[in-house]
């Protein structure tokens, strides 16, 4: 999967998001107001997976846009990267809640991941990035089955051949200040990581 894009992965992406925004798969879908896929461009070079939408997400469709969005557009920032230089979306596409209405967040069940398995494989299948930075501990699991996010944070992973960065999901500084310069430190390791990736490659 690792390597730069071809021709045409804009279109295959395009084509991913329509049946996404519809998709039946799971029971998320009885209750999102809009699947969410995913923002970004074609030809990143880093993709952001996290762990799902939350309530903003659902009510806007697109990924990462409440308060732990707008630290994640800051530490892009501090690296020199936009929204627009990068691919983000989720390991599951619809929201997952708990409760009563109003509703709380969850994290997604296994048999919800599952199910949303296939779309973000084919994803990443049309992007082809050279790094996918996974977003907190279920993206870990996902992508390193077994891994503690407390053992690998920060240190470079693989699954297969694909490079695996395990970061804390931003929202974890808006609840816990020290370590919001944690993942700031950890975020900054993207830039050396991508240029050793590029060296790889050549």
Known sequence: ??????????????ELH?????????????????????IGTSRAEVVFVGEGPGRTEDREGRPFV????????EMLAAIGLRRG????????KCRPTAGDPPYGNRAPRPDEISACA???????????????C??????????????????????LQHRGDLPVLPL???????YRQDKRAVLMSDFRKIVRILDDLRKRDR
């Not at 999967?1 to 395009?14: I, K, Q, S, T």
Request: net charge positive; aromatic share 6%; glycine share 10%.
């Open 1 to 14: 999967m690792v390597g730069r894009n071809v021709r045409g992965a804009a279109e295959r992406l395009e």
């Open 118 to 132: 296939p779309w973000l494989e084919a994803q990443l299948a049309a992007i082809r990035p050279r790094l996918v």
């Open 18 to 38: 329509a049946p996404i925004r519809v998709c039946p798969r799971c029971r998320l879908c009885q209750t999102r107001t809009h699947a969410v896929p995913g």
């Open 168 to 174: 804390f999901h931003p929202a974890v500084a808006l």
């Open 134 to 155: 996974a977003l907190g501990r279920v993206p870990t699991g996902y992508f390193l089955p077994g891994a503690k996010l407390s053992k690998v944070r920060g240190r």
């Open 66 to 73: 409440g308060r732990a969005g707008q630290f994640l557009d």
């Open 85 to 92: 230089d990068v691919y983000i979306t989720n390991i599951v």
